[in-house]
């Protein structure tokens, strides 16, 4: 199978679910989506971001982003992680995560950990997941892929900044700096001249010829 790079197809599943089973090109829909996986229930930097993910869920219904979740364990261990999660991030986690016991998702989005990375994610010769994300738009096509090792805690902040990047970018002819926030001003994409640009956007600044920076109109935002 062809390795998943930026602007692969997603692959589609049906797998079970804690909030029962689901097809996922159908889960989807005409949502973006976030995949994100853990090596097993009952860990604990998981514990931390599965809590931090359901207190951002607001965050990603705004972005008209679906988040699921996907762990090695059946769903009776999902059940009993889940109440974890909710008491020690007082949270209430709604959104689903996969039983994905016998790995075939994991190895279908080549999430899965070698001796060679992580021997302690590696149990009698059996791998476990490495924590992968997986930004999906409605085409069902990946945006953006990240591998955490086991050691650091994933950044969501950061992930909901990506996420808007991705989606400003698709409704307009821009890229973002480093460390851009929304509101602040863009770069004008390469492919637009810079007299095209003083047409589209209210101010356009020159640093170089090939960049150029942009505030865009409020209502773009």
């Given at each position: 199978m062809a390795p998943l790079r930026l602007g692969s197809i997603a692959p589609d599943f049906t797998a079970e679910t804690t909030a029962g089973e689901i097809n996922f090109h159908e889960f989807i829909g005409d949502s973006?989506?976030?995949?994100?996986?853990?090596?097993?229930?009952?860990?604990?930097?998981?514990?931390?971001?599965l809590g931090e993910v359901a207190r951002l869920t607001p965050e990603f219904e705004k972005r008209n982003v679906k988040v699921i979740g996907l762990s090695t364990n059946d769903l009776?261990?999902?059940?009993?992680?889940?109440?974890?999660?909710?008491?020690?991030?007082?949270?209430?986690?709604?959104?689903?995560?996969?039983?994905?016991?016998?790995?075939?998702?994991?190895?279908?989005?080549?999430?899965?950990?070698?001796?060679e990375h992580d021997a302690s994610n590696v149990v009698n010769g059996i791998p476990f997941t490495v924590?992968?994300?997986?930004?999906?738009?409605?085409?069902?096509?990946?945006r953006l892929i990240l591998t955490y090792p086991a050691s650091c805690g994933r950044n969501f902040?950061?992930?909901?900044?990506?996420?808007?990047?991705l989606q400003l970018s698709d409704r307009q002819p821009i890229a973002t700096p480093a460390n851009w926030q929304p509101g602040q001003d863009v770069i004008?994409?390469?492919?637009?001249?810079?007299?095209?640009?003083?047409?589209?956007?209210?101010?356009?600044?020159?640093?170089?010829?090939?960049?150029?920076?942009?505030?865009?109109?409020?209502e773009s935002q």
């Open positions: 973006w989506a976030v995949l994100f996986s853990h090596p097993a229930d009952f860990t604990p930097v998981c514990t931390t971001e009776h261990d999902h059940a009993e992680w889940v109440d974890d999660i909710n008491e020690v991030n007082n949270v209430n986690l709604k959104f689903p995560i996969i039983a994905d016991k016998d790995r075939e998702v994991a190895t279908l989005y080549d999430m899965l950990d070698s001796v924590r992968s994300v997986f930004v999906i738009d409605p085409a069902k096509k990946i902040d950061e992930l909901i900044r990506s996420i808007d990047s004008v994409h390469v492919s637009v001249p810079t007299e095209k640009a003083k047409e589209i956007f209210p101010k356009v600044r020159e640093a170089k010829p090939y960049l150029r920076f942009a505030t865009l109109p409020e």
